[in-house]
């Protein structure tokens, strides 16, 4: 059974930097693919990246690209989101999901993931 524990939220300025961490427990796959969503007020969960567990690929959503990036290390069981140049609507709940298969247009569907955790906060002000 995979859990997972985010942290690492917070409240920022526009353009400023943050980084989120999510702590996965439980056994890892080389299958397994690793995403990051966020999900802000009256709003549904959107994807945000993804990273394949075996080999590191990455994917990104449109509005991060060159601004966010998604890494994983094996030795901690641990995945990370570096955000930089952040604006308010970034502003969201973070989260962090498990899926298998390949980097693909279904990897951005929520409702292919599981063990969710309880999320980190991230406030973006003006």
């Known amino acids: 059974q995979v859990q997972v524990v985010e942290s690492g939220g917070g409240s920022v300025q526009t353009g400023d930097s943050l980084e989120v961490s999510c702590v996965i427990s439980?056994?890892?796959?080389?299958?397994?693919?690793m995403g990051w969503f966020r999900q802000a007020p009256g709003k549904e969960r959107e994807f945000v990246a993804a990273?394949?567990?075996?080999?590191?690929?990455?994917m990104y959503r449109d509005s991060v690209k060159g601004r966010f990036n998604i890494s994983r290390d094996s030795a901690k069981n641990t995945v990370y989101l570096q955000m930089n140049s952040l604006k308010p609507e970034d502003t969201a709940v973070y989260y962090c999901g498990v899926t298998t298969g390949r980097l693909s247009v279904a990897t951005m569907a929520p409702r292919a993931y599981y063990g969710w955790g309880q999320g980190t906060q991230v406030t973006v002000s003006s």
């Open positions: 439980g056994r890892i796959y080389p299958t397994n693919v």
């Open positions: 990273v394949t567990w075996s080999g590191g690929n990455t």
